[in-house]
């Protein structure tokens, strides 16, 4: 997932771990933020930056029309809002990560008010008027510049700046209710801290490992909380379905209430504001600057994908259905706490593959050294840690990029890859310092984060992954690469600043990395005795990978139609009953009784509003440019290359078609997509 922060620009290791010889260095300019930060600091930061941009806009509102040129009005404003999305940077960043729970509360504002401060700019009348006569007047423009002014034409307009004085106020003031609207319901999530009591009995499945790192009561019970490290390996192995059902109902009840009136009142408030700005509803307008273009052309790719999946889909949860009535004789359903145990049993009794047993395979040391030895030959880079990360937690780590031909360091990142009280508990890259062209002719050097919640090790064995985590950990991974491997001219058309339903593309392509025999040797390595992933293993891991496929993928199409129907609707939709509806209809796996699922889709409040479908969308192109690696050799530094020269470096600057074209050599197709999912 690529994490959008704000609307501005449009964000490892355990300390018990040895770190690495090849990880080790000397002290290399450290990327220019500071996380060091408490509440006042960031409320008096934040309220700095904006008087800073305050003034560069007078200067740029008072030009005269006659002389407004791209360089002093399109390149000045691109150059205000780059310095304002990096003064705020650190503070936004930090209402998700921090330790300290006031520092948090203070991003979040901090966030509210640059989100407030970035939507009355886009929708400047006066600056909009600017850009149009710029436009027109014929001035020759080419390239990234070209694509600049579009975006900002396209910006201005969907912000409202062509209406009238009234209704561009009105869509002001809605866009301001919906952000905060928005941040209330990250926050909500963060701060989420919901659990349940289970007995020893009911931990029966569970390895050894997971038991000893629960918290323990004094009555001797167990505590389980819906965090992912200790959500999925319960659901997965935890034998005692009235356990799995209890933390089921709390996991797919987060947000509460709360979150779903939040949703809800989102939904209206997008509808509404769609229709001032002139379109139908939500979906068309959010799709008019995407891939897709159009409701229909998602509403066709959704379609097609669910009637070919119906079939598939009903036989996978037959097989499933036939383990669970072995243990309870007269069942007649497969429900929301019994599909990822059953899936995982499957593996287990039809393909031998037990999940316990791989995590042995994958500790955290060797899998990101081996992970980053393979992009690093790829991409033609190298990675070294900075010994001192002077970051927002103790175990936060900082690396540098330099380019393999010269070692010059061209970008940094920071991993922080455990769970802590309050931080964002999904899996994210944050883009933190966005890659640009200086008006010296250098280039900022970007930086990134990962942030992501893995089980922690104890202290006599390392933190294991799952199969699982390691895909995702390539995933994740390859959109810290696109972020910092960039060479887009500007900020906002420069790294995953791309179009959104295909920003997903570059890091879905990567996942195959960690289903391929001589990587899975690589990267794996006994936590006990350093041996890598048997063969036979190997086989079998990779003949089970198609197994359920149907079901996980229907999964994906449910959130992508219950997205697009809640925001092609109309104002008042009953976010329950649509789901509950789609549920059945689409994945077949009826929705948890007294449940509210769609209260923790966090993405339908953090920038994927009617555009969860580019998932699925763009794994149709993640596919088909993993074809030319196939070909040429998953670790080819010539293919890296041309990867790195037409997918990363050039950001928004061109379509993704465009891109996409030249990297393959010829036009894109669905086949490796369809083929992907065994259809």
Partial sequence: MKKTRFVLL???????????????????????????LSAEQVATQCSEAQKSADVELAKVIALPAQSRTFANTVLAIEQLQTRLTQQVSAPIFLKDVATDKKVREAGL????????????????????????????????????????????????????????????????????????????????????????EVTRAELEGLSDDYIARLK?????????????????????????????????VKYQSRGGQANVERLEKAIALRDQIARLLGYPNHSAYTLADQMAGTPQRVETFLGD????????????????????????PGATTIEGWDWRYYANQLKKSGYAVDGEAVRAYFPVDRVIRSV???????????????????????????????DAKDNAPISHFYVDLYPREGKFNHFAA??????????????????????GNWPRGSADKPALLSHNEVETFFHEFGHIMHQTLTQGQYASLSGTNVRRDFVEAPSQMLENW??????????????????????????????????NQAIFTSRQLLFATVDY????????????????????????????????PQASFGHLMGGYDSRYYGYLWSKVYAQDMFTRFEKGGLTSPVVGATYRQWILQPGGTQEPGVLIRNFLGREPNPEAFYKDLGL
Avoid at 216 to 238: H, I, Q, S
């Fill in 216 to 248: 323990r009561l004094e009555g001797g019970n167990y505590v389980v909380t819906v965090k992912a490290a200790d959500y999925t390996p319960f659901m997965e192995n935890a034998r005692s379905s009235a356990a799995r059902r209890r933390l089921e």
């Fill in 565 to 596: 129907r809640y925001h092609s609707s109309g104002p008042k939709v009953d976010t329950t009953a649509l789901w509950g509806n789609y549920s059945k209809s689409i994945s077949q796996i009826p929705i948890v009784p007294s449940t509210v």
């Fill in 372 to 402: 980053f030895d393979i992009y690093q030959k790829l991409l033609a880079v190298q990675f070294e840690e900075v010994s001192q990360a002077d970051a927002w937690a103790p175990d936060v780590r900082l690396f540098v990029v330099r």
């Fill in 514 to 547: 960690a289903w391929e025999p001589a990587i899975l040797k690589q990267i794996s390595g006994h936590y006990q005795t350093g041996a890598p992933l048997p063969d036979a293993l190997i086989g079998k891991l990779i003949a089970a990978k198609n197994v």
């Fill in 10 to 36: 449009s964000g490892l290791l355990p300390l018990l771990c040895t770190v690495p010889s090849w990880a080790r260095t000397s002290e290399p300019a450290r990327p220019p933020i500071d996380f060091k």
């Fill in 109 to 196: 504002a901090c966030g509210d008010a640059i989100s407030t401060y970035a939507i009355r700019l886009a929708a400047r009348p006066d600056l909009y008027q600017a850009y149009q006569a710029i436009s027109k007047r014929g001035e020759k423009l080419e390239g990234a510049d070209a694509k600049l002014l579009e975006l900002y034409l396209i910006n201005a307009k969907q912000a409202g700046a062509a209406l009238s004085p009234d209704k561009r106020a009105e869509v002001t003031r809605l866009k301001e209710q919906l952000s905060k609207l928005q941040d209330e319901f990250s926050a909500e999530l963060g701060n989420n801290t919901d659990s349940i």
């Fill in 305 to 328: 994908l669910s009637t070919r999946l119906q079939s598939k889909t009903r036989q996978e949860l037959q097989v499933l259905l036939a383990l669970k009535q072995k243990d309870e």
């Fill in 430 to 451: 944050f883009d933190l310092g966005v890659g640009r062209k200086n008006s010296d002719g250098s280039y900022f050097k970007p930086f990134a984060a990962m942030v």
